[in-house]
Structures are given as structure tokens and as C-alpha cells.
């Protein structure tokens, strides 16, 4: 059940891109930012910037919140009202954010963040780097010093071609 679970928007996906362009051009273009409530707010802020090499891009101390990226993707951290009075997302009761997906480079760069997670305080690694289904797409999922749900994924069109293609 639980592969079920985890490969069902793989598959979502895959079904969507084979049915074609929708007849309409949505107004939407992209996700402008991803908004994350924290109970940590500088340690989930010090896990992007110094364990994934993201960037602070700034903030708001009466909020407070912290903004960072990639260079592609915009994260606000938000920390919440009451860290010990928070209750801890649960993928299967709450509605919400169920994970965010990184696109790693490379599978040597997926293997060298888990060895670094590996070392890093407050993180909880939820599987290591496994396929995603039958692969060779590669992905492993974490959890963050605030608990968030993260996932890095290298996709098949990211791993080296063998030598008789």
C-alpha cells in the first residue's frame, strides 16, 4: 500500500503528460513561492542555507519569517505563533502540504546531500535514495529540524546514458 501511496502522483503525472495539452492555456503560470509554518524558524532557515547551499533573500522579524532560494525555487519559512503548542504534520489525517520535491543534479549530488544529512543535527531521514518505482528515476524523502516533509528527486533524464545509446 505504502509504494502505492508513494508513486501515485508519479503515476498522476505520467497519465496527465501522455492525455495531451489541455484545450486551454491556464491563467496560472508556475508557483510564484512555496509558504512552509515552522517550529524551528532558524533551524529550518540554517537546514536550506547551509546544509542544501540555498540563499537567505530576505525576511519579515514581526512576522517572522525567512525567505530563501535556490535561484529557482522561493521558500518562505513562517514561524508559528507557539512551537510547543504545535501539532505535527501527519501525511495521512491533516490537510495541506503533504512534501516538497527538490530536482537534484545528479545522482552523485542525491548520495553526496545524504551523507551529509547523514551528519546534520535534527534531521530524520525517511528512506535513503531508492527508485521511484521501477527507476532508474531516484528519489529519497527527509525530514527537516521543523519536521517539514522534503523530497529530492533525480529523474531519469538526469542519469547518464549507458554507452550502447
Partial sequence: MMHIVRYGLAACLLLASLAGPATAEPPTRGVNHIGLAVTKLDASASFFIDTLGWRRAGGDPSYPAIFVTDGEAFVTLWQVED???????????????????????????????????????????????????????????????????????????????????
Avoid at 126 to 132: D, K, L, Q
Avoid at 145 to 151: A, F, K, N, T, V
Fill in 83 to 165: 512551537p510547543a503548542a504545535a501539532v505535527p504534520f501527519n501525511r495521512k489525517k491533516n490537510v495541506g502540504l503533504h512534501h516538497m520535491a527538490m530536482t537534484m543534479e545528479s545522482l552523485e549530488a542525491l548520495h553526496a546531500l545524504y551523507a551529509k544529512l547523514l551528519e546534520t543535527e535534527g534531521v530524520t531521514i525517511e528512506f535513503a535514495p531508492e527508485f521511484m518505482g521501477q527507476g532508474p528515476t531516484t528519489h529519497m524523502m527527509i525530514r527537516d529540524p521543523s519536521g517539514l516533509r522534503l523530497e529530492f528527486v533525480v529523474p531519469a533524464s538526469r542519469m547518464p546514458k549507458s554507452a550502447g545509446e
